[in-house]
């Protein structure tokens, strides 16, 4: 998927009638396969047929439309099993489990908005086709939205934070270093009025999810993932300007109270979610607020330990909480709070996000109850149910086909050998 046309170029063909916009044909892709999942209900439909025109689902039945233009693309897919394209919520696409800890000062500044090319090929060949990137390098991931989106390069749909914003000497903040190299990140907020203005300013740079760090956190010097680092007024206040803007707010929050005021401020998303208490789960509840439990990563952190850079007190906060975080997992889940489907990928290595699906599955959902979070809930929590996480007439031509029965053994999304972005078909590797 190359850029086709620059400005000029098309201004020109247009210019001497090579370009004809209402002669022009409509770009259609007919998909048949054995099943489909209906994320919504958690079952099958057999034999589906689903048309996508210009990138969006167009048709979905059991049977060809009579009015299907003679050109129309087919893709038959015996035997596999079709699914929306897959969401994840919690990604670093400019980061690598590869380089971590102090190892990072080994590689120039702009390294990460380099390698966020591939991994974000990666992800999209394990079949996530939309991702909410939630920090990296500062706006990176703005620019890769729109490399992807004019055809530069090839990735999921990315939804980028722009940059993190949070307390002076937190989670979100540059720790670890000594007064004499001071670093500070730009958008550090320490008042309300701070909060607001950071969020002005990342919203006007290109952020369209807001990222806010409530508490310390696991992978960071100098914090731990149970301290409150920012207060209720000024998560109310993100909330609140976020909103006024027409965007959602994500809360990195570990601790129990940072939960609980994050909750109670209007969050929309809580990340990790790690140490969430009784109170925090009643509250999840009661506001209707979405957890993005990573529950997966810790597996990878503890077996490679700090072969790729890691401190040994990072482990340590890790090891504290991981097991925690999945006996909470359970413990939310059995509640009824709404959970998403979020993997913090760049503490592990991007393409392998899946692997998270067993796990949630290992600590309380169905099959059925894992994919929901990452198609019909994720979409639902974007604030993009127009657009993604199901396949339904009108939202993009995402879709996905795998061999076996996921809704029985939810390892299958796994493997995926068929990918489809927008009517694109990307990946065929059958």
């Excluded at 919504?40 to 210009?54: A, F, K, N, S």
């Excluded at 989106?149 to 000497?169: E, K, L, M, Q």
Aim: hydrophobic residues 45%.
């Amino acid at each position: 998927m190359l850029k086709r046309l620059g400005t000029a170029t098309a201004a020109l063909f247009m210019a001497v009638g090579l370009m004809v916009g209402p002669e022009a044909r409509a770009d259609t892709l007919v998909v048949t396969a054995a099943r489909m999942v209906d994320v919504q209900r958690g079952r099958y439909v057999e034999r589906p047929v689903i048309v996508v025109t210009d990138g969006r689902i167009t048709a979905v039945g059991t049977a060809e439309p009579a009015d299907l233009p003679a050109d129309a693309r087919h893709l038959d897919l015996p035997d596999m099993t079709l699914l929306p394209g897959l969401i994840d919520m919690h990604v670093h696409l400019a980061d690598t489990p590869y380089v971590s800890g102090y190892n990072t000062f080994d590689y120039a500044d702009d390294f990460g908005a380099v390698i966020q090319v591939p991994n974000a090929l990666a992800t999209l060949n394990a079949g996530f086709t939309t991702v909410r990137n939630l920090g990296g390098p500062d706006f990176a991931d703005v620019a890769l939205m729109q490399a992807i989106n004019d055809g530069f390069v090839v990735g999921p749909r990315v939804i980028p934070a722009g940059a993190y914003i949070g307390a002076t000497g937190g989670h979100c903040d540059i720790t670890g270093l000594p007064r004499s190299l001071h670093q500070t990140s730009d958008f550090v907020a320490d008042s309300p009025d701070e909060v607001r203005h950071a969020i002005r300013e990342v919203r006007k740079y290109g952020a369209q999810v807001i990222k806010v760090c409530a508490t310390g956190g696991v992978f960071s010097s100098n914090t731990e993932p149970g301290q409150q680092q920012m207060t209720l007024a000024e998560l109310t206040a993100a909330a609140t300007e976020a909103h006024m803007w027409g965007l959602k707010v994500a809360a990195h929050a570990h601790g129990a109270s940072g939960i609980a005021d994050a909750i109670r401020a209007g969050i929309d998303t809580i990340e990790h979610a790690s140490l969430i208490d009784a109170e925090g789960i009643r509250l999840a509840l009661e506001h209707h607020t979405w957890l993005s439990m990573d529950i997966y990563n810790t597996d990878f952190t503890q077996a490679t330990g700090t072969l790729y850079g890691t401190t040994e007190d990072n482990l340590r906060k890790d090891r504290e909480i991981g097991q925690l975080q999945r006996d909470n997992f359970r413990a939310a889940h059995r509640a009824g709070v709404g959970m998403v489907f979020g993997t913090d990928a760049a503490i592990f290595p991007h393409g392998q996000n899946a692997r998270q699906f067993a796990v949630m599955v290992d600590y309380g959902m169905t099959p059925a109850e894992a994919i929901r979070a990452a198609t019909w809930n994720a979409a639902q929590a974007l604030g993009r149910e127009a657009d993604v996480g199901a396949i339904v007439v009108g939202r993009y031509g995402d879709l996905i086909a795998v061999s076996g029965d996921p809704l029985a053994d939810v390892r299958t999304l796994e493997t995926v050998p068929v990918v489809i972005k927008g009517g694109d078909v990307v990946r065929d590797v059958r």
